[in-house]
């Protein structure tokens, strides 16, 4: 199992572009999530999927689209960057049922908008 | 809105020695609190984690305390090791729900 990757490692961005941050999981877990990493905030949930078709929005939903049209990809989409969306971005994905501790997180993407 | 708050943001620790973070939740009610530890470059990986009908959880070196009436709970790692420098974050899960609120993360430097 290669677990959850995600593509591209590194991104620089202008403002006003657009792109896709790529998640994939192989686990056949129900549960994905997209999380941002900022110094001295901790991670914060911007969008979650419980299965294929269904997303909601966490904390910090702006700005960012989702989509889950399969189980096994959850792409991450920034419309048009803003300099306030430089972060460190993460995947996770865990069963929907079962033990909680299976959660498992990407190695992550630092995006970074001029 | 942060509902977990964690303390220090940094620390120091000597080789051998204890080190501490601690963790504070607010009102929501949590099922589940798992603390992860990460590495520069790295996504975060699960350490420990405690349910809130136990006090204590203790795996190797690593120790969960869990105090419910005072809706607070620390990671004690002892006997510090260099291996053991990286930042770690406290999590709790509401209940019923899938995600995790996460804690701001304390940078944790264990000195040889």
């Known amino acids: 199992n290669a677990g959850v990757t995600q593509t591209p490692k590194f991104q620089v961005l202008k403002t006003g572009q657009s792109m896709t941050l790529q998640c994939a999981q192989d686990m056949n877990h129900e549960y994905m999530s997209w999380y941002r990493q900022d110094p001295g905030m901790g991670l914060r949930l911007i969008h979650y999927?419980?299965?294929?078709?269904?997303?909601d929005q966490g904390e910090v939903p702006n700005g960012y689209n989702v989509s889950r049209s399969t189980t096994e990809d959850f792409p991450l989409r920034l419309l048009s960057a803003a300099p306030s969306q430089t972060s460190v971005y993460f995947c996770a994905s865990r069963p929907t049922s079962g033990r909680p501790n299976q959660t498992k997180f990407g190695p992550g993407t630092r995006l970074t908008v001029l | 809105q942060q509902q977990v708050k964690q303390s220090p943001q940094s620390l120091i620790v000597q080789k051998g020695g204890i080190s501490i973070i601690n963790c504070a939740y607010e009102?929501?009610?949590?099922?589940?609190f798992p603390w992860y530890q990460q590495f520069p470059g790295k996504g975060p990986a699960l350490l420990i984690a405690?349910?809130?009908?136990?006090s204590e959880k203790k795996e190797g070196r690593f120790t969960i305390s869990f105090n419910k009436s005072a809706k607070q709970f620390s990671l004690h790692i002892m006997d510090s090791q260099p291996g053991d420098s990286a930042t770690y974050f406290c999590a709790a899960r509401p209940q019923g729900a899938q995600k995790l609120v996460f804690g701001q993360g304390t940078r944790l430097t264990i000195n040889p």
């Open positions: 009102n929501t009610a949590f099922d589940y």
């Open positions: 999927s419980v299965g294929a078709g269904i997303t």
């Open positions: 405690i349910r809130p009908d136990v």
